[in-house]
């Protein structure tokens, strides 16, 4: 993964893109990405999702998502405030700092930032899609490649947790064609997450994309026949028709 990908930064030109895309997107517009969900709906999620991570950040503990009152506002202003404020509660503690999260993994404060990134990347796709089903979702490849890191690091062992196992029952290599980032999952014991090399692909099949289009098929924004498989088809399988996101 990128060493020097700036996490903070790339939330806040994430979040502004996606501030410019409630802008220019009727409220009203089905969300093909969520079924049953409109432009509004997704708004009030991320916005929701960044007060959030913003009271969890500033108090340590766990806290619940805000019910929120529907905005008088425009929905692109309200989320950008939203963004404003755990932009603010980041910078105010510092990543170091010990601070509860949902996944099995470590407990610090810098875990929010690389996840809300993540969480605003997927969801400023949706929403242009939703104005325009058929445009590039533009992610640049280094966040990507981070993306699907942070799936592999955190949401196989988070959605383990929650009753879904990674179906990985032999090694699978993950490569990046276009970051050259490349990962190795290895099944451990029963009940236990695969075990994540990183720097090399290999295994009884290799799944290779773009990071981009890895990122997508891994957070169901892509059909996975849309990525390469070399190898077994059948270990492969278990890795993406499973439920590795929520």
Partial sequence: ?????????????????????????????????????????????????????????????AQQVPEVLRTTASWSDWYAGTSAALVAAIKAVDPDEPCWNFAPVGQYAGFWVRRRLHETVVHLVDARQARSPDVDPGIPPAIAADGVDEVFGVFLPRMLQRGFPAAVSTAVGVRAVDTGDEWTLTPTTPGQPPQIHRGQAQGAAVVSGTAQDLLLALWRRLP???????????????????????
């Fill in 1 to 61: 993964m990128p060493d020097n990908l700036d996490h903070l930064e790339q939330f806040e030109r994430t979040a502004a893109d996606l501030a410019e895309a409630f802008a220019a997107t009727d409220p009203a517009a089905a969300v093909p990405n969520c079924p049953g969900w409109t432009v509004a709906d997704l708004a009030l999620h991320v916005g929701a999702g960044q007060r959030w991570a913003a009271s969890i950040l500033l108090s340590g503990t």
């Fill in 224 to 246: 996975v026949d849309q990525l390469t498989v070399d190898g077994d088809p059948q270990a492969a399988a278990g890795l993406l028709s499973g439920k590795v996101t929520p």
